[in-house]
């Protein structure tokens, strides 16, 4: 079956960094666009990061700019996305997803979805 699991969550002091990992089974990345998205409680989820299959393309939400990295290993088949410089209003679920078509990540139209990973940014 088709599944995305991601890791790396817990709680960090502000300015401090994770790394998170998106890990996929039942199918490789190879040719998949994947986005990083996540959910505050009580709010919409919002796109924080995309990556096109061959790495070629990236985009970044103005929130996280120049503080996250995403980046992909498709001989692991997994994607990371490095947080660094933590700030408490990055607190929320984080969410990996998969899609055949990188435009389909801007609109938050992905096909495969994980089950997300918390991420708490508190003193």
């Known amino acids: 079956q088709v599944q995305l699991v991601e890791s790396g969550g817990g709680l960090v002091q502000p300015g401090g960094s994770l790394r998170l990992s998106c890990a996929a089974s039942?199918?490789?990345?190879?040719?998949?666009?994947i986005g990083w998205f996540r959910q505050a409680p009580g709010k919409e989820r919002e796109g924080v990061s995309c990556i096109s299959s061959n790495a070629g393309t990236t985009y970044y939400a103005d929130s996280v700019k120049g503080r996250f990295t995403v980046s992909r290993d498709n001989a692991k088949n997994t994607v990371y996305l490095q947080m660094n410089s933590l700030k408490p209003e990055d607190t929320a679920v984080y969410y990996c997803?998969?899609?055949?078509?990188?435009?389909?990540?801007?609109?938050?139209?992905?096909?495969?979805w994980g089950k997300g990973t918390l991420v708490t940014v508190s003193s």
């Open positions: 039942g199918f490789t990345l190879d040719y998949s666009a």
């Open positions: 997803a998969a899609d055949r078509f990188y435009i389909n990540c801007r609109t938050g139209a992905m096909d495969y």
